[in-house]
């Protein structure tokens, strides 16, 4: 389906305490299932603020968007959120933060032991089976991060939703996660969006990059097409011609013609 989520005209306007803040304006963009679109751009453009509109988290004051050709008008299982913060339950381990996600889903139609195996399944996806029974505080940042994926990918979504997953980890941490992404992904087939301000993160996992312009008013400054054939691999792509061009353009776009305004 070539607009399997579409963003229509989408604009975004808050208002606190009769202070009005446009943080987006117009914004256009269709995605294809199966694709993997990143959000790239500098801090403050909006680009959580547009994860969580597709998030079903926050409405539009402009525009709709369509999920399948249906209005998003509301959170749904078939969206899975990644929170830069992994957001866990501190009080629930690892087996119990996915599994809550997982009964949330599927509790109504299958049985203990099937809601058991999922939350199994989804650990072992993430190479977390080990840790199920550790508490949040018990684990290291990047294996919190595991977990939050897990949660996720636990619901079987359709689209996941990541607003900038590895950003608080280790360049190594950050890497291994990438690596894995990428293989669960071309495993499940998901589409997904994902907020980065990484370059080199958005180029090597997306199929296109949507390059936000400053805010307030932001919206879509271009779209890059990375037509690097997948699986790609880090060290290959390295002293890939077409790597090297994509990764340039994003350059480019974020630090000359969206310079000015950069915090
Ligand atoms: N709930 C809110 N109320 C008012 N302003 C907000 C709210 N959420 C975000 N903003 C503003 O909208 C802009 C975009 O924020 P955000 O989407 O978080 O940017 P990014 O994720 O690109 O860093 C910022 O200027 C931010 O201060
Ligand atoms: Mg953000």
Not at 29 to 54: D, M, P, R, Y
Not at 124 to 147: F, N, T, W, Y
């Amino acid at each position: 389906m070539d607009k399997y989520l579409q963003i229509e005209n989408v604009g975004m306007t808050f208002e606190k305490r009769g202070v009005r803040f446009e943080a987006l304006r117009d914004i256009g963009l269709a995605v294809k299932q199966g694709e993997f679109v990143s959000l790239i751009g500098h801090s403050g453009c909006g680009k959580s603020t547009l994860l969580n509109l597709v998030a079903g988290l926050l409405r539009p004051s402009d525009g709709f968007l369509l999920l399948a050709n249906k209005e998003i008008s509301g959170p749904g299982p078939e969206r899975g959120v990644v929170f830069q913060n992994h957001s866990l339950l501190p009080w629930l381990t690892c087996a119990g933060n996915v599994h809550l996600a997982v009964e949330r889903v599927f509790g109504a139609s299958e049985s203990k032991a099937e809601l058991a195996l999922r939350t199994r399944k989804a650990l072992e996806l993430v190479g977390l089976a080990h840790a199920a029974d550790k508490h949040p505080e018990e684990i290291s940042g990047g294996m919190k991060q595991r977990v939050g994926i897990a949660r996720a990918l636990a619901m079987e979504p359709k689209v996941l939703l990541l607003d900038e997953p590895f950003g608080a980890l280790d360049a190594l941490t950050r890497a291994n996660l990438q690596d894995e992404l990428m293989a669960i992904v071309a495993k499940t087939g998901s589409t997904v969006v994902m907020v980065t301000h990484d370059v080199d993160e958005a180029v090597l996992l997306s199929d296109r990059i949507v390059m936000m312009t400053n805010g307030p008013a932001a919206t879509i400054g271009g779209v890059l097409e990375v037509d690097i054939p997948k699986p790609r691999e880090r060290l290959a792509l390295a002293t890939n011609p077409r790597y090297i061009d994509c990764r340039r353009e994003v350059l480019e776009f974020l630090y000359q013609r969206q310079a000015k305004k950069a915090a």
